[in-house]
């Protein structure tokens, strides 16, 4: 089954330390988001990427990385830099089209402790 | 000035109601509009693709007006598995910009 995969589920930091958050899609996409989404809040842009090997920073970047080696994977690194990490982290990815829908992975959310 | 608006309710409906949503959105040149539905906890899902010319989708109706930029879902004969929130999505360019979603509750 074509899907987007996100790992793991829930994870727990301390601070201080910095964390990687695992995106793979089998779904042949181009583009693929992460967002980031806090309670009554929408979903905030973090990074983007049309292509391997280039990415985009989306509306909040300060305190995240990212990589685009391969064509289906997209990891973000939650830095020391991020002031306010805990959250719901989602991953989305979409072809490069003006009428395409997102497809969004189940999830990681992280928790600072 | 925010991409998408929408009303955060929250909505509490009797089972059975109908019920609107309504989301604007700032920027004319949007190509393409969604709906998608967002349980607690979960990953938002797409419901339905928004068309100028109104979709259906059993007991969903979706339609969009570009001259006054915004976008309404119908929900009818509401159903206690439609509790959820309802994200208004837009895409402009490859770029997606949510509402913060209207939540509703239907009530037995």
């Known amino acids: 089954d074509g899907g987007i995969t996100q790992s793991p589920k829930y994870l727990f930091r301390k601070e201080g330390q910095n964390v990687t958050l695992s995106c793979e899609q089998n779904l042949n996409h181009d583009a693929m988001y992460w967002y980031r989404q806090d309670p009554g809040q929408g979903l905030r842009l973090i990074y983007y990427?049309?292509?391997?090997?280039?990415?985009q920073k989306g509306d909040i970047a300060e305190g995240y990385s990212v990589s685009r080696e391969k064509k289906e994977s997209f990891p973000l690194t939650v830095t020391s830099a991020q002031k306010n990490p805990t959250a719901f982290y989602l991953c989305?990815?979409?072809?490069?089209?003006?009428?395409?829908?997102?497809?969004f992975g189940q999830g990681t959310r992280l928790t600072v402790v | 000035r925010k991409e998408v608006e929408q009303d955060p309710g929250p909505f509490n409906v009797p089972e059975g109601a109908t019920v609107a949503f309504n989301c604007t959105y700032s920027?004319?040149?949007?190509?393409?509009f969604f709906w998608y539905r967002q349980d607690c906890r979960k990953e938002p899902k797409l419901l339905m693709s928004v068309y100028s010319s109104g979709n259906e989708d059993g007991r969903f109706t979706a339609q969009l007006n570009r001259a006054s930029q915004y976008i309404s879902l119908l929900i009818r004969d509401s159903k206690l598995s439609d509790s959820a929130t309802y994200l208004c999505v837009v895409n402009e360019g490859n770029q997606f910009y949510f509402g913060t979603g209207t939540s509703l509750t239907v009530i037995p």
């Open positions: 990427s049309q292509i391997v090997n280039d990415f």
């Open positions: 920027n004319s040149a949007s190509q393409s």
């Open positions: 989305a990815s979409s072809m490069w089209s003006i009428n395409t829908e997102a497809f």
